[in-house]
């Protein structure tokens, strides 16, 4: 989904701006792989699904009030995310929402590309514009300058206006269909997804989760929405009845935040899980010559493959935090 541009790329042909370069740098400097801004995104299309207590995960599941919202409360969530970087306006009836660097500028949001409203009190001033898809899993963030060469004459009844074919040019791509951080409901099949919802309890849920669903980081966010209760975390418990011991007997490993865990996965070839997320893989007894291996209990192990049968229970992961 990307169109070849990479982060901070300033096309050819924009307007001179000196205030708007001062603020994209020092966006760019405190995020200069645009990990810190997905993780904004992502927490408000999480935030708004509110998983946990409706067990939605989807864009189209949600009101049209509630889409509307998204705006806003990107906005919130960005202000508190990048507190190193956007100041505070003069006081809360302040027409604009941010300053950064000295520079008052405006956060507006779109579902869509070129749909930002321009009220007239950010005429003149620069926008922080921005636009994401949760199913295609891209996010897109540029400062523009809603200057009249970059406006349309027509407003709406509202006064409001939007960028001109010139404006939307003019826009300065910080990061243009960047990866979303993932959402791993939104990408299973519905077959997938309505095996793992199907069992009554958040326990039996979590459990189809971790067996469906290997070889990839899974969030806290998606256990929450997956298991609908206030203690979502301890379904993966090896307490006798969790995730965790429940799935041993089939072969598989959860790995979780743990840096003892991290480097379990690192030396298997799975992904890494961070903070707040698990990852789930089966394994088989190693062979002397086999790679990517690891030692627990006193064996080596590694990876099974995909149609291959286990025989024996996989090993305990480590359960202290010693290691961190």
Not at 88 to 102: A, M, T
Not at 161 to 171: F, M, Y
Not at 298 to 303: D, K, Q, S, T
Request: net charge negative; aromatic share 8%.
């Amino acid at each position: 989904m990307s169109d070849g541009l990479f982060p901070g790329h300033l096309a050819a042909g924009l307007d001179e701006d000196p205030a708007r370069e001062e603020i994209a740098a020092r966006f760019l400097s405190a995020d200069p792989d645009g990990s810190r801004l997905s993780a904004v995104f992502r927490k408000t299309f999480d935030v708004l699904y509110d998983g946990q207590h409706t067990g939605r995960y989807r864009w189209d599941q949600l009101m049209k009030t509630e889409k509307t919202h998204y705006g806003s409360l990107f906005e919130i969530n960005l202000r508190r995310a990048f507190n190193d970087v956007i100041d505070d306006v003069p006081d809360e009836d302040y027409p604009l929402d941010y300053r950064v660097c000295g520079h008052d500028i405006d956060c507006k949001f779109s579902q869509k590309l070129n749909g930002w409203m321009l009220p007239p009190e950010c005429f003149g001033h620069l926008l922080l514009v921005a636009t994401a898809n949760d199913e295609q899993g891209v996010w897109s963030l540029g400062i523009v300058r809603a200057s009249d060469s970059n406006r349309r004459l027509t407003s709406n009844r509202d006064k409001k206006t939007q960028l001109n074919p010139r404006g939307v040019l003019q826009i300065r791509w910080l990061f243009k269909n960047s990866p979303l951080l993932p959402n791993v409901l939104l990408s299973l099949d519905d077959d997938t997804v309505q095996k793992i919802l199907e069992p009554k309890g958040g326990q039996g849920r979590i459990i189809e989760l971790c067996r469906l669903v290997t070889g990839r980081r899974i969030g806290r966010n998606t256990i929450a929405t997956v298991a609908q209760q206030d203690d979502y975390m301890a379904r993966l418990r090896d307490n006798g009845h969790g995730a965790r011991t429940v799935l041993r007997d089939e072969g598989y490993l959860i790995a979780g935040e743990y840096k003892a865990h991290r480097e379990i996965a690192r030396k298997l070839g799975q992904p890494e899980p961070q903070a707040g997320e698990i990852v789930s893989f089966r394994v088989v007894p190693a062979a002397d010559d086999d790679s990517n291996t690891v030692e627990l209990e006193g064996r080596r192990w590694r990876v099974a493959r995909p149609d291959e049968p286990v025989t024996e229970p996989a090993p305990k992961l480590p359960t202290t935090k010693k290691s961190e």
